[in-house]
């Protein structure tokens, strides 16, 4: 399928819920182009810090097709990226990048995707885009008073810059276990605060728990609602990172400041100095470019059948909602690609 074509369907996105799309639609027989904004495969992997290990990983879940084998070392990065890589030659899924999707519109002929490299027209959109571009901070009094540095988990590199500096991690996700696994011993100090105290739960992530996890995330998704954030839904597992946290005496949680001042944060009159703020406070979809389709309800969220929009039925979302998780996406994937082969080639016969 080429720019300008518009007999196909076009998937935005080769991260593991697009590279899942795009196999599916192949095995169907169904016309595609696959359009990423990267220079280089990988999907949001590729931009992991370097310091996170593929052994720290808890799991990458196989994308359809072709197993995926960890190697002894490597970075996540790394790895990931390289198995994204063989995945697309493997399948010979030709994906265009890069190429910046700047807007999708309707017209009485189908969609418009307008990049950086021309318009594509399509009969259908697979939006598979994810997160990592769309990193989210929250609003606090006192932020842009605070001289020191602030930088969110998504441009965290690793300890060695934080050498000698105080730190306050903010999140209670894996992305803060992260952080707080590694700057003790080379940060000054470390303080960790949440919202929330932190759930942690031992034993495997089971298949009901899965299902349970999943439906919550629907009901929200069902009703309209933005989708609630991973952690606050799985609690946190004693992978890897949280058991080298614990060893380090690095997972003593604190309430969250109640404002930043220049030199650090107070909780009441209590002061605690700090040089650098750490927001590991998670992501929120990057859908920007879908926004001149309206597809958003009036409780701020994308209301989905299936993983179809229910606004614009033939526009799917994968690795939004329910299906924002390695495992979700895969099973995203072949659910948008037999839905669209259904709707726009009903006489044919589903493989």
């Not at 930088?151 to 300890?159: D, K, N």
Request: charged residues 20%.
């Amino acid at each position: 399928m080429d720019a300008d074509s518009g007999e196909g369907i076009v998937v935005i996105g080769a991260g593991q819920a697009g590279l899942s799309a795009a196999y599916h639609l192949r095995r169907l027989g169904l016309d595609f182009a696959v359009l990423d904004a990267d220079a280089t495969p990988g999907g949001a992997w590729q931009h992991r810090s370097p310091s996170l290990g593929v052994g720290e990983l808890h799991r990458i879940f196989d994308l359809p097709g072709l197993p995926f084998t960890a190697p002894p070392s490597g970075t996540a990065a790394s790895v990931v990226a390289a198995y994204f890589a063989e995945y697309e030659r493997h399948f010979e899924l030709d994906v265009r990048r890069p190429v910046r999707v700047r807007a999708v519109t309707r017209d009485l002929a189908g969609f418009a995707v307008a990049t950086d490299a021309g318009e594509w027209r399509a009969r259908a959109i697979i939006n598979a885009t994810g997160t990592w571009t769309h990193p989210y901070i929250p609003a606090y009094p006192g932020a842009a008073d605070f001289q020191g540095r602030q930088l969110h988990y998504a441009a965290y590199r690793g300890p060695a810059e934080f050498a000698g500096r105080r730190v306050i991690v903010v999140g209670g996700g894996n992305s803060a276990v992260h952080v707080l696994s590694e700057l003790p011993g080379v940060a000054a100090s470390t303080r960790w605060v949440t919202r929330r105290p932190p759930q942690f739960h031992d034993g495997e992530f089971t298949e009901d728990r899965g299902r349970a996890v999943i439906a919550s995330v629907t009901d929200r998704v069902a009703a309209g609602l933005p989708p609630q954030s991973v952690v606050s839904v799985t609690g946190l597992g004693y992978t890897t990172l949280v058991r080298a946290a614990l060893a380090k005496g690095a997972l003593d949680r604190h309430p969250m400041f109640d404002r930043l001042v220049p030199d650090g944060a107070m909780w009441g009159d209590a002061f605690e100095p700090a040089d650098v703020i750490i927001w590991a406070t998670g992501f929120r979809a990057a859908l920007s470019h879908l926004a001149p389709l309206h597809l958003r309800e009036p409780g701020g969220g994308i209301r989905l059948a299936g993983t179809a929009t229910v606004r614009e039925p033939l526009v799917h979302l994968i690795g939004y909602g329910p299906s924002a998780s390695t495992v979700g996406a895969n099973r995203a994937g072949r659910a948008a690609a037999v839905s669209l082969a259904a709707s726009l080639h009903p006489s044919s016969p589903m493989r």
